[in-house]
């Protein structure tokens, strides 16, 4: 049979690596996936540039028209980032009939929906398994692996720069900025870190987990999220004593009022498997009614691990092209029809235990007031340390976890215990789940 | 749409299973594969038997013909084990133009290449996610989602009952016999064990994931295997003293000679996420050239776990059925004029470390033979203990661990050291590798 022609936009470093990979192994894949796969036109802003890939019989173009009204072009590959630019891009490949994989979560998150409309329209399949925790097939275990579950809830460790930085704060008793400086040097972090750091790449990924897990639409706008940047070595200190480790998790979880979306500081205990997920690597933990916990680890990010998902969404559309031009998986897991919009909970409503640090003033009955706020608020304690105050100072810190209680319950009761006298400066306090 | 009706062979742990998955989470799984499912046939042997399934609405019959003739069912799940009546059953229901799902590992691993034949002929679709690791979508984590890479080796946890047995001999310091017992009182081991603590059924599963792994035949007769049995608790102890833990792993890995095919106790390193995978849980470690190492975790068996994989399965074909009759993803990954016949090594060709435990006389000059024997064979001592006699005692343990060798260079090692008059029985040998 014909080789698949396919053009790639953007041969940056995913760009780059998914041409290194399909010329490499094109051998194997062409025996997976029946047909040769070449990659003929690709998009390069400056056409002069030194890059990590070979170029060798690639026509490339700065005009990503050259690439989408090439009639002999079959497949697209979106690997240009950011949205503007790539969403009109994917939106006019598609209006061509062509098919789309693409590596571009904030684009699936946030203009998913609009997408996969058109790709309907058009009988031309969209697929992205590169957008969420890179290499690892992710998208494909709960769209298609775990079918026939009702999807309980799901935890990832979706953002390895910060998954890098937490890790080092454990192992290396270091500082939150001073390891962030690091992963900038070592080219993890962004130069602005904020989309790694505060949460929002886990958010935009989180948005696809959860939608192709429930079955709901994407909707990038209710995701509560928290950064790791205030945590500090000692709470990472106080976690470990305590028999646990603070991660950065991207949580879904459907309740019978809704369904809770967020990104936030997790403690969990250390014996979970997903405890043990250090440095850049990524890992979802995934549990099914019927499946029960499985968990999903590897490389979240470079740029093989990516170009690994890329080429085999570009093998799935081979494969079903011989025999199946309309897209056999849903985009989203679920038929667009059976797609329901489940109420996703105000962060108010969440139900979570909590790691709580307070710094309080050495006298009798401090302990005693802020037990008693807890108590009126339900908030039961599962477990405590009090240090002794440092030499010379009238201060000390309790350390507090909680059982299962409601985040607004927890507010009140935070305002309250800072609204006292004997205690000094915010509670800090970090989610805790045991992931049971 | 119209249901897509379907009949079940075999109504035990896994057929209820299915049958109770089917029915809690029908909606669920009508949204995800566009069509209601529903089981309108049962086999049976005893129809008066108690079950855990509800099975209204299914019509139980003891004939297997009633469900392979019924032109209105499309799909058949065999469920019922063993090798001769499933195959027979499974070739027949083929030749009716029937699709198949089958959780049944024995079976694809000795019989598939036949099977697989068929089903090309008749256009029909044979599918087997529940017969490697349960629960979890290992084949296609595999077959589909690393299609981009070249494999270069995998390791799996692949049998729970054994995994249960070294958890327990690890985490409670007791003996093999007495845990195999108690697994045996539980329900995890069969009453002849045979097949799980030697290594049988791992072989089974470990022939399918070479299989889909590299492109080549199912060759089960080709598998080394080695059980678990003659683990003691001592070499648990020693392992985990030198940083190590013991696990019985199902290996593949391509190597420029060939593929290694091996089941056996094997050390590894204590940090690595799969030497923390205890229970009856399973996992399997994938290194692919462009993903790095992957990891798939969850339950390997279970009445739910397992119908998890076979109504993933089920959804699949649905998909499929819509527009796509023929399979899609090959059966072996690999289309089938792509399987290579390359060559599986022999054991004395295997490339690995070892643990190696003798007990030797309390003498001067016994360290000094042994270590020239293992220089003689190019064998590198990695790390040594070298324990004290027991009181009134004249001999003592060694255990060693060495660098890569290969096994018949180990072999003769052994040979020669255990000829010493001063080694005192065999020599204890667990291979090790460090999964990097």
């Known amino acids: 049979m014909k080789p698949v022609k396919i053009g790639i936009l953007g041969l940056g470093t995913v760009g780059g690596g998914t041409v290194n990979v399909l010329k490499r192994n094109a051998k194997e894949i062409a025996r997976r996936a029946g047909r040769e796969i070449i990659v003929t036109r690709a998009l390069a802003r400056n056409l002069d540039r030194e890059r990590i890939c070979d170029t060798d019989g690639i026509a490339l173009t700065a005009d990503p028209f050259d690439i989408i009204n090439d009639p002999e072009i079959e497949v697209v590959l979106e690997l240009i980032g950011g949205e503007t630019l790539a969403k009109d891009l994917v939106l006019q490949a598609i209006e061509k009939g062509k098919h789309v994989v693409t590596a571009n979560k904030a684009l699936i998150a946030l203009h998913g929906n609009e997408i996969f409309r058109k790709a309907s329209e058009k009988g031309v399949m969209v697929l992205f398994e590169a957008a969420v925790a890179g290499g690892i097939p992710i998208i494909k275990a709960i769209r298609e692996g775990l079918s026939g579950n009702q999807i309980e809830w799901l935890a990832g460790i979706i953002n390895g720069t910060g998954n890098f930085i937490l890790t080092e704060m454990r192992d290396k008793g270091r500082d939150f900025g ?4 690091e992963a900038q040097a070592l080219g993890y972090a962004e130069a602005n870190p904020i989309f790694d750091v505060e949460g929002i790449d886990a958010a935009h990924k989180l948005t696809i987990l959860a939608s192709i897990a429930f079955g709901i639409p994407l909707q990038f706008d209710k995701i509560f999220t ?3 940047s205030k945590i500090t070595r000692e709470d990472v200190e106080y976690a470990e004593q305590l028999g646990y480790r603070i991660k950065h998790l991207g949580i879904a979880r459907k309740t019978e009022k809704g369904i809770e979306l967020r990104v936030h500081p997790t403690l969990i205990p250390e014996r979970r498997l ?5 440095g850049v690597m990524n890992a979802v933990l995934v549990k099914g009614d019927a499946v029960g916990p499985t968990l999903y680890y590897g490389a979240g990010a ?4 990516t170009a690994s998902a890329v080429v085999a969404d570009v093998v799935d559309v081979v ?3 011989t025999s199946d031009p309309e897209n056999r998986v849903p985009h989203l897991a679920f038929q667009p029809e059976a797609i329901v919009d489940i109420p996703v909970l105000s962060d108010e409503d969440f139900r979570t235990a909590y790691y709580l640090r307070l710094t309080v003033e050495d006298k009798p009955g401090v302990l005693a007031d802020i037990t008693h706020i807890l108590a009126d608020h339900n908030i039961s304690i599962e477990a405590m340390i009090q240090k002794e105050p440092h030499e010379g100072e009238a201060v000390l ?3 507090m976890l909680t059982q299962l209680t ?7 009761a935070i305002s309250e215990i800072e609204a ?4 000094t400066g915010k509670v800090c306090r970090i989610r805790l789940e045991s992931l049971k």
């Open 178 to 181: 001073d390891v962030l400086a």
């Open 226 to 228: 928290e950064g790791i």
């Open 274 to 278: 997903i405890a043990n997920v250090d």
């Open 302 to 305: 470079g740029a093989e691990a």
């Open 319 to 321: 494969r079903a092209l």
């Open 397 to 399: 810190p309790i350390i």
């Open 406 to 412: 409601l985040e607004k319950e927890m507010n009140a």
């Open 420 to 423: 006292l006298s004997t205690v």
